[in-house]
């Protein structure tokens, strides 16, 4: 399924859903089936529940949101992770989560799904690049799973990391970041509800090249810092070092709020370009907070936001 294009007939379109979904997809799809009340026919989806938290903003094609990507892993082209991931082995899959908490492990993504309701999230999304789409995003609050974990008192941020796989993510034989891809939060800003973590998209399973199968989302921060793929999960005491900060700490920050009143060293935040709009689309005007400003700003309270960028 990861790296198709959803309209293509493939082999999917002529075997029944039960015969190639993975035992982790039936249980997700069940699980939301019970409480919907829906029977057969939610198994075909991942049957996401919608949410108060969704933008009504008008959503991105699936071919948009799976075609035009970055995903260094799999090269810097935007078309390069539609073209070379579906080569990411995503089962089994297994999220180490250590630092400070009280029940560090390797937790396997099952592990993690159990008992969980899935949403349905529409939100915002704004790369640094100055583009930006809306996605419906399926998936459950990142706290839910800190919570789970037990956050120690002396946790102050969380670290993620995807995985280092050069045999199946060419773009790793390539030094353009020190992989592995690492990113961080807050712990306040972790805690967020609006913070999740995504397991899919249009109430389907997390296609590869948009970090499957399983990614962080945070949706007042430009696109970076919503890692993708990821195997570990570290509460520390110290703000961790994350990867586009690592490489180049003048034009990337480590909060990276999204705000049109601070232009990247490069070029204006003040606008940006909704993919799929075609060749004369206007520019749409770039929200503070990307348009969360309401959820999110008492975070900043008393911080300079041209400093801590
Ligand atoms: N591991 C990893 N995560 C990543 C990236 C990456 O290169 N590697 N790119 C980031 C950037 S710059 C953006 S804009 C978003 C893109 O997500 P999407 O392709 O699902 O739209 O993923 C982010 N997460
Ligand atoms: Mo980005």
Redesign the pocket.
């Known amino acids: 399924m990861a790296g198709r294009w959803k309209n293509d007939l493939n082999w999917s379109d002529v075997t029944p859903k039960s015969a190639y979904l993975t035992r982790r997809q039936i249980m997700a799809g069940a699980g939301a089936a019970a409480i919907g009340g829906i029977a057969g026919p939610a198994l075909a989806k991942l049957g996401a529940v919608p949410s108060a938290y969704s933008t009504d903003a008008e959503p991105n094609s699936w071919e948009d949101?799976t075609s035009?990507?970055?995903?260094?892993?799999f090269g810097t082209g935007k078309d390069d992770?539609a073209k070379y991931a579906d080569k990411l082995t995503t089962d089994p899959w297994t999220v180490t989560i250590d630092g400070l908490v009280d029940a560090p492990g390797d937790y396997s993504f099952d592990d993690i799904m159990a008992g969980l309701t899935l949403e349905e999230r529409i939100y915002r999304?704004r790369?640094?690049?100055a583009w930006s789409?809306v996605?419906p995003w399926v998936g459950f609050e990142l706290k839910d799973l800190l919570d789970r974990v037990g956050v120690q008192p002396d946790a102050k941020y969380v670290a993620f990391e995807?995985l280092v796989r050069p045999d199946e993510m060419p773009?790793q034989r390539f030094g353009v970041?020190d992989w592995?891809?690492r990113?961080g939060l807050r712990l306040d800003e972790a805690m967020h509800p609006l913070t999740i973590m995504a397991t899919g998209l249009y109430d389907e399973p997390m296609p590869n090249?948009?970090?499957a199968p399983i990614?962080?989302v945070v949706p007042w921060k430009?696109?970076?810092?919503?890692?993708?793929?990821?195997v570990r999960i570290s509460l520390t005491a110290e703000e961790p070092p994350t990867?586009?900060n690592m490489s180049n700490a003048r034009e990337y920050g480590f909060y990276s709020n999204v705000n049109p009143n601070v232009d990247h060293p490069r070029w204006s935040q003040a606008t940006e370009r909704k993919v799929g709009g075609g060749l004369f689309a206007r520019r749409i005007p770039t929200l503070m907070f990307n348009g969360y400003e309401a959820e999110v700003a008492s975070l900043y309270d008393g911080m300079d936001l041209a400093e801590f960028y």
């Open positions: 949101i035009y990507n970055n995903f260094y892993e992770p999304f790369c640094v690049e789409m996605i995807t773009g970041l592995p891809y990113e090249q948009n970090g990614r962080l430009y696109g970076f810092k919503s890692i993708k793929s990821i990867s586009w």
